[in-house]
């Protein structure tokens, strides 16, 4: 399969636990995004890489949340003391610099904080 | 304001029906724009790029109008596989995407 995909595909955790979740994207996309969808919402972007570079944090992204792209290929979320607020589905979506420049989305890691 | 704004619906419609889905978008999602569809529980997938030139794909149709900043997707002669939430999406400059709510629709036999 070569298109995105994310582990874990769920995960639930208790409040103030941490939690990571990884993104790999299309092999050849230097771009990659992560969005997080809330029940009856459209997703809402959080931020953005350049290869390894961050380049836009949304201010949805609080302190708690931090991503990485150490190589330029895969990316982590991590979500550290997470609260009940913060469950939700986190999306990956990867694309190059064409001019097309279409976003293709995994599946995603349905997060729920009991 | 949000950036993407769409009636949530639901529309239920029969099949072989025409349906019009309508969004309005703020200045800072004007780069270009999309229709997504999103089926339950999984990822949104690209349904059609939208241009003001207006362009079709089959059954649906997208149109945009930059003077009002309105984006519209028909579909026409529905189908029961058409059931799903379609979304407006804008994009910004850095290349994120700005989606709208959501428009859910449900086509009934």
């Known amino acids: 399969d070569t298109g995105v995909s994310q582990d874990p595909r769920h995960k639930i955790t208790k409040r103030g636990q941490n939690v990571t979740f990884r993104c790999d994207p299309i092999s050849e996309h230097n771009r990659l995004y992560w969005y997080r969808q809330t029940l009856g919402q459209g997703p809402e972007f959080l931020t953005y890489f350049q290869n390894e570079a961050q380049l836009e944090k949304s201010r949805l992204l609080s302190d708690r949340f931090s991503a990485e792209r150490p190589k330029g290929s895969f990316s982590t979320l991590e979500i550290q003391r997470t609260e009940q607020g913060d469950s939700a589905m986190y999306l990956c979506?990867?694309?190059?610099?064409?001019?097309?420049?279409?976003?293709?989305f995994g599946p995603g890691t349905r997060l729920t904080v009991t | 304001r949000k950036e993407v704004e769409q009636d949530p619906g639901p529309f239920n419609v029969p099949e072989g029906a025409t349906v019009a889905f309508n969004c309005t978008y703020s200045n800072s999602a004007s780069q270009s724009f999309f229709w997504y569809r999103q089926d339950c529980r999984k990822e949104p997938k690209l349904l059609m790029s939208v241009y003001s030139s207006g362009n079709e794909d089959g059954r649906f149709t997208a149109q945009l109008n930059r003077a009002s900043q309105y984006i519209s997707l028909l579909i026409r002669d529905s189908k029961l596989s058409d059931s799903a939430t379609y979304l407006c999406v804008g994009r910004g400059n850095t290349g994120k995407l700005i989606f709208g709510q959501g428009t859910t629709l449900q086509v009934k036999p």
């Open positions: 979506a990867s694309t190059s610099d064409t001019f097309s420049y279409e976003q293709y």
